[in-house]
């Protein structure tokens, strides 16, 4: 079965500096990779996704992604944040080894941008 | 559209107590999902479904029924409140695979 490691629970990090959330996750042949974000209160909204195809991925609000096959992870990268990106991250991977579309979420990489 | 929408946001239970969270959708999704949320410990599925009247186990469905009599409807009943159920519950639809989930606001559910 699927499973996603998110390796750092919380990361602080001064505004305008960049930041690298990373996620590995188990080898499969098919697999569909998400980065979500969850602001204080309010549920979990997409920031990007990969599918196949360029290795980088950009999504909302400057973030971006590199998909690495061999090294089987999915790290997230911002180059300036800004207060605004203080949220829990959510990587995330679809299963379909059941035939059916579950999806595998790690638990979450807190960000903390301080002033 | 309205997206995903869930009640109530918040709920206080006593133990052995039951209630039903409500789940609905209007972007006629297929699938359908309940979580939990726990601090630390991620999103668990409790429960999903890939249409009407078909549902199946996630990782964490002890506690918990569901049922998907609409294609718009994804009630969670919790039957005999433990504890141990208290949780932020989030339903999600989508339409699998490579398609994102789009999720509820979350109801925060208390078990005293």
């Known amino acids: 079965a699927q499973s996603v490691t998110q390796l750092d629970s919380q990361v602080p990090v001064f505004e305008e500096a960049p930041v690298e959330l990373r996620c590995n996750y188990s080898?499969?042949?098919?697999?569909?990779l998400f980065w979500y974000v969850q602001y204080p209160n309010q549920g979990l909204q997409l920031l990007l996704k990969y599918l196949s195809g360029s290795t980088l991925v950009k999504g909302i609000n400057g973030f971006e992604a590199e998909f690495n096959k061999s090294q089987t992870s999915f790290h997230l990268r911002k180059p300036s944040v800004h207060i605004s990106d203080t949220a829990e991250y959510f990587c995330a991977v679809s299963d379909s080894t059941s035939g059916t579309y579950k999806y595998i979420f790690g638990t979450g990489t807190r960000l903390k941008v301080l002033a | 559209n309205a997206g995903v929408t869930q009640t109530p946001k918040f709920r206080i239970l006593k133990i052995g107590q039951s209630m039903t969270l409500q789940c609905a959708q209007d972007m006629n999704h297929n699938y359908m999902y309940w979580y939990r949320q726990d601090p630390g410990m991620g999103l668990k599925l409790i429960y999903y479904?890939?249409?009407?009247?078909?549902?199946d186990k996630g990782e964490v469905p002890n506690g918990y029924n569901v049922s998907r009599s609409t294609t718009e409807d994804f009630p969670l009943r919790l039957e005999l409140a433990a504890p141990s159920q208290t949780s932020v519950y989030f339903c999600?639809?989508?339409?699998?695979?490579?398609?994102?989930?789009?999720f509820g606001p979350g109801t925060r559910l208390t078990v005293t």
């Open positions: 080898s499969s042949v098919s697999v569909y």
């Open positions: 999600a639809s989508g339409q699998g695979g490579a398609y994102e989930q789009y």
């Open positions: 479904s890939v249409g009407a009247g078909i549902t």
